[in-house]
């Protein structure tokens, strides 16, 4: 399990929403009337909460018929949410250089854009590297003209860079920057000469986003 799940989970419904849906587990199909009168109270104050376990998945309504539970658990519930969404709506700008830069140049982009990884593009915008924090440090140790060395001669390059796409789902990069253990991937467009065109980027900050709005349910 992902720590974007972890965290999530610890997420609990209020005592009210609780009862409500252990009323609805008990004798679903129930009206909302029905439920508002077991908890003695109006069907106008009930209306956020069943509003809520509704969009939420916990509880499902038919016209005419009532309310009735889903019988799905809250990680279930959080799965099917998590894995409903995609790169598109949580990438970010990319940062890119191009590969004819300097290494002195990308250090100033990094240092300008406060980003941890630039992406190098060759003269048609096609993806051709990937610099990270290490590299540049990595570079800058030692007596070289940063000024006259290029980035190419220090970027990562292909097939060693991982990449995604726009209709990827985010669970799915989280677990690839995990496991690469980077901080940040290429979202690319395929072009047809077979290279690929930057349009954005999935970052850890991207998907430390997501997390508050799954906890804030603002999704």
Not at 9 to 34: M, N, Y
Not at 55 to 74: E, I, N, Q
Request: with cysteine; proline share 3%.
């Amino acid at each position: 399990m992902s720590y974007v799940m972890k965290a999530v989970l610890t997420i609990q419904l209020s005592k009210r929403q609780e009862f409500i849906v252990d009323i609805v587990k008990a004798e679903g199909p129930i009206t909302g009337e029905h439920i508002a009168d077991k908890l003695s109270l109006t069907r106008a104050t009930l209306r956020p909460d069943l509003a809520i376990l509704t969009m939420s998945g916990y509880l499902d309504a038919r016209p005419r018929v009532g309310y009735f539970y889903t019988g799905k658990t809250g990680t279930q519930l959080l799965n099917e949410k998590i894995k409903q969404i995609t790169v598109k709506e949580y990438q970010s700008i990319p940062v890119v250089v191009n590969d004819a830069s300097s290494v002195y140049d990308a250090i100033v982009t990094m240092f300008l854009e406060d980003v941890g990884t630039l992406f190098v593009v060759d003269g048609a915008s096609s993806l051709t590297g990937v610099l990270s924090r290490k590299d540049l440090l990595r570079a800058s140790i030692g007596k070289q003209e940063l000024e006259a060395m290029p980035v190419s001669i220090i970027m990562t390059r292909m097939p060693n860079i991982t990449v995604c796409r726009k209709d990827d789902l985010i669970i799915e990069v989280a677990s690839k920057l995990i496991e690469k253990q980077i901080d940040a991937l290429p979202v690319i467009k395929d072009q047809q000469n077979g290279k690929m065109e930057v349009t954005g980027r999935v970052t850890k900050t991207n998907i430390t986003k997501l997390l508050v709005d799954l906890a804030h349910d603002d999704m």
